[in-house]
């Protein structure tokens, strides 16, 4: 697939802020987002239905996708945010017109259920797209690099999702962070991934972008062990797994406690599939639902290297 590279992001620039999936639960959290992106440096145009709601929905699918497109096709706009997940967003891939925001190709950035939407344009018209924050979650400082490194001010060659500085002492080494080697290796390959649930909601459909060959991220956030091995599961069987290079997970947050009487240790479940595979496989990476979140190009080329613990990316994301 030919990629299609979005135009760098510079001061000034103008924003989008489109509602894909989710409400805030307070609507006020709407207007921080928007003082949070001019904070940055950018000019912010809000998505006509910004405001609407419709139950756990922001507004109905309609209002969504049309915001969504509109902020594409607005030449006025030079990149799109999106305010928060949830749940919604792969509901508006069929109505989405990917001929038209292939023409005009832009940043767009959001996680977890957004990552429907970064997985699906990605699939359909080959835009890089952009794993990362939302717009109404502060930038901590190790975002905000991760964010004018990749976006702003791109390099070539980019370390990714790497822990935040530790220095060790007497008495004193990381554990927060830590990364963990599942399978040892080194492969290079288009980064793709995102959020677990997603990533596997989307096995099936054409909004799945070819995995050939790909370094596959992962992260979740709420789910008990058993689910992500059920998940896991499902990759596996629909022979998605059997596709990939390597395997990169990120944190998985708020585990819920199994209702079974014995647990597993999730590090072993991930071991698990990465062993079986045979593919280079590093656990630990700061992608997911943190407040220290890299941001992570879709569909970009990039080298897993276990040994060193390392995620490079070997392309600039952004022209």
């Known amino acids: 697939m030919n990629i299609t590279k979005p135009k760098r992001l510079s001061p000034g620039d103008t924003i989008g802020i489109a509602a894909p999936a989710s409400p805030p639960g307070d609507p006020e959290r709407i207007r921080y987002a928007i ?7 950018f000019k912010v145009k809000p998505g006509r239905h910004i405001f609407a709601r419709d139950g756990y929905l922001a507004g109905r699918d309609g209002m969504r996708a049309a915001d969504l497109e509109n902020l594409f096709l607005d030449d006025s706009v030079d990149g799109i945010f999106c305010i928060r997940g949830g749940y919604g967003a792969s509901r508006l891939l069929p109505l989405l017109d990917f001929d038209a925001i292939c023409a005009h190709p832009k940043v767009l950035m959001g996680y977890s259920d957004i990552t429907a939407l970064l997985m699906g344009l990605h699939a359909c018209c080959g835009l890089v797209t952009f794993h990362g924050q939302v717009a109404n979650h502060e ?6 690099e991760s964010f004018k490194k990749l976006l702003l001010n791109p390099q070539p060659e980019l370390a990714l999702a790497a822990p935040p500085s530790f220095e060790s002492t007497p008495g004193r080494v990381e554990w ?26 989307l096995i099936g459909t054409p909004y799945l972008p070819d995995l050939t060959g790909a370094i596959l991220f992962l992260e979740d956030v709420g789910e008990a062990t058993y689910s992500i091995d059920r998940m ?14 390597g395997l990169v997970f990120g944190k998985f947050t708020e585990i819920r406690a199994s209702e079974y009487p014995q647990d597993r240790v999730l590090e072993e479940v991930l071991a698990e599939y990465a062993t079986g595979l045979g593919i280079p496989a590093l656990a630990g990476m700061m992608i997911g639902h943190i407040d220290d979140q890299a941001v992570i190009p879709i569909g970009c080329m990039a080298e897993l290297d276990t040994d060193a613990k390392t995620l490079q990316l070997l392309e600039s994301a952004v022209i």
């Open 35 to 41: 003082d949070l992106v001019a904070s940055l440096g």
């Open 139 to 144: 930038f901590s400082p190790y975002t905000l």
């Open 176 to 201: 927060e962070n830590r990364l963990r080697v599942l399978s040892p290796g080194r492969v290079r390959g288009p980064l793709l991934g995102g959020n677990l649930t997603l990533v596997s909601h």
């Open 232 to 245: 896991l599961t499902q990759l596996h069987l629909s022979g998605t797994l059997d596709k990939i290079a």
